[in-house]
């Protein structure tokens, strides 16, 4: 097996946000429990040439230093692991101190990812977050003191926000002097709270406005994006997410985690206890399959063309037209009207 990636999925969380969709419960009981369906995920698995490792939740910041270093140990048993590897951890500023920070960064870990998800503490509040901003900024402070890269969550688009707010939370953002910031528009995703409480975000049309300053907040900070929702300094992209994003292989571990290997479409039991119970499923993806999913995916790019073999040329000349694609002689590539109708544009060009 070629280059690839691991995905390591922690489902624990101090508390549940009620805007989260993804697999997390609130932590309980002993999380030692889970080394058994860790040990047989990655017994399971294909071997092969590791150069990312990204450990996902949840919030695996959670996890005991005891913990990673059984994690680690499992995977040099199996896997080679490239010198140069990009091994990121996801945490929240109240489930990570400075001592933690230094044991996993002594167990190989380079890129923290901080879920900040707001500047501001009225937010922080609606978003359901158990912290202060000024403990998110102490814990982004400490956590560029200890690791080589540092990057945060921030989240926008919530009910009545104006443009001069989000200004002045991604300014102080950016006063952090960051080299990578992901930036998400909050959606109700179905079976949240949120969802359930019929809550609304902001207008499609202040999205789409408050998408444009972020953008040009970002280009003259010299951060520009390279995907939808992420902006980085130049090699300073997330390479375990631009895996994902050109069609390359990565292997899930874990409740709940997916994962393309080899043609292959895998994806584990959502709950803990089914997880444990069995090792998951496993679907061979037709050739259409495959195509979509890279279509899906290589469209979120921004200063990548995709190839535009086989995409309808009628499909691309009217995308053209209405100002959303530009095309080269390396493929197409979404403008930044194409980024704010991508849904349509994918349709279009499916």
Known sequence: MSDFGLYIHWPYCLSKCPYCDFASVKIHGNTDLLKAGYRRDIKNAPGGHLVSIYFGGGTPSLMSADFMDFLMNQIYQKWTVAPDAEMTLEANPDA?????????????INRLSVGVQSLKDKNLKFLGRRHSVQTALNCVRQAQEVFPRVNIDLMYALPHQSLKDWSQELNLALSLKLTHYSLYQLTIEEGTVFYHNHQKTCSDLQACRLYALTDDIMNQAHIPGYEVSNYACKGFESRHNMLYWTGKD????????????QGYATQNA???????????????????????????????????????????SRAVEQ???????????QGIRPTIQGILMLNRLIEMLA
Do not use: H
């Open 96 to 108: 990570i101190d400075l001592e933690k920070m230094k044991a996993f960064k002594s167990m190989g």
């Open 250 to 261: 990565y292997i899930g571990i874990g409740p709940a985690a997916c994962g393309r290997v």
């Open 270 to 312: 959502r709950s803990v206890g089914g997880w444990l119970k069995n090792e998951g499923e496993k679907e061979k993806l037709s050739v259409d399959q495959i195509r979509m999913e890279r279509l899906l995916m290589g469209l979120r790019l921004r200063q990548q063309f995709y190839p535009d073999r086989g995409i309808d």
């Open 319 to 329: 995308a053209k037209q209405k100002g959303w694609i530009i095309q080269t002689r």
